[in-house]
T-cell receptor
Framework: NAGVMQNPRHLVRRRGQEARLRCSPM?????VYWYRQLPEEGLKFMVY????????ESGMPKERFSAEFPKEGPSILRIQQVVRGDSAAYFC???????????FGPGTRLTVT | TQLLEQSPQFLSIQEGENLTVYCNSS?????LQWYRQEPGEGPVLLVT?????EVKKLKRLTFQFGDARKDSSLHITAAQPGDTGLYLC?????FGKGTSLLVTP
């Protein structure tokens, strides 16, 4: 069984560009979570989605960030007009149902120049 | 937000030593998860503790959930270099900052 897949693994964007991060959950998992990790701050929850629904976006910045999990295809975390402060590792996790036991992908490391 | 405090922040020990790391909160959790993260990778789930006072063992790792379900500990017996990593506790999607463990041969 393939685990959680994220791509790209590394992404470089210039200030003002858009970043799109993709996450394919484990087979059979319908719940997806996005986190951001910075060395000084730890792993921070951003958003929790089920297919076609955002369940909890309490950790998502109000501007420039959006997430979706369509009926078909991967979950997408989109960051518009990136700034240097967006540089971080972004992790996606999935679970079979409503569960705090999550399976993480390898992450996307975003660098904004 | 329910805060989870992990201690110590850093720990460097030699192979064969025992160690305990802690995860504390003032909030009650229905469950706590422990993960290990290696550099450049995502966290890997180790265990879930659910019942107050529960003890779970995973080879040389022993996890305990506090009676009041506010805290948890992880004890490693005879640490090995392969135990090196960042140990994270998680309650209700809130992660502690982790304990960074280095085990040297």
């Amino acid at each position: 069984n393939a685990g959680v897949m994220q791509n790209p693994r590394h992404l470089v964007r210039r200030r003002g560009q858009e970043a799109r991060l993709r996450c394919s959950p484990m087979k059979g998992h319908s719940h997806v979570y996005w986190y951001r990790q910075l060395p000084e701050e730890g792993l921070k929850f951003m958003v929790y989605l089920q297919k076609e629904n955002i369940i909890d976006e309490s950790g998502m910045p109000k501007e420039r960030f959006s997430a979706e999990f369509p009926k078909e295809g991967p979950s997408i975390l989109r960051i518009q007009q990136v700034v240097r402060g967006d540089s971080a590792a972004y992790f996606c996790a999935s679970s079979e149902g409503l569960s705090y036991e999550q399976y993480f992908g390898p992450g996307t490391r975003l660098t904004v120049t | 937000t329910q805060l989870l405090e992990q201690s110590p922040q850093f720990l460097s020990i030699q192979e064969g030593e025992n160690l305990t790391v802690y995860c504390n909160s003032s909030s009650v959790f229905s469950s706590l998860q422990w993960y290990r993260q290696e550099p450049g990778e995502g966290p890997v789930l180790l265990v879930t503790v659910v019942t107050g006072g529960e003890v779970k063992k995973l080879k040389r790792l022993t996890f305990q959930f506090g009676d009041a379900r506010k805290d948890s500990s992880l004890h490693i017996t005879a640490a090995q270099p392969g135990d090196t990593g960042l140990y994270l506790c998680d309650g209700a999607l809130n992660f502690g900052k982790g304990t960074s463990l280095l085990v040297t041969p």
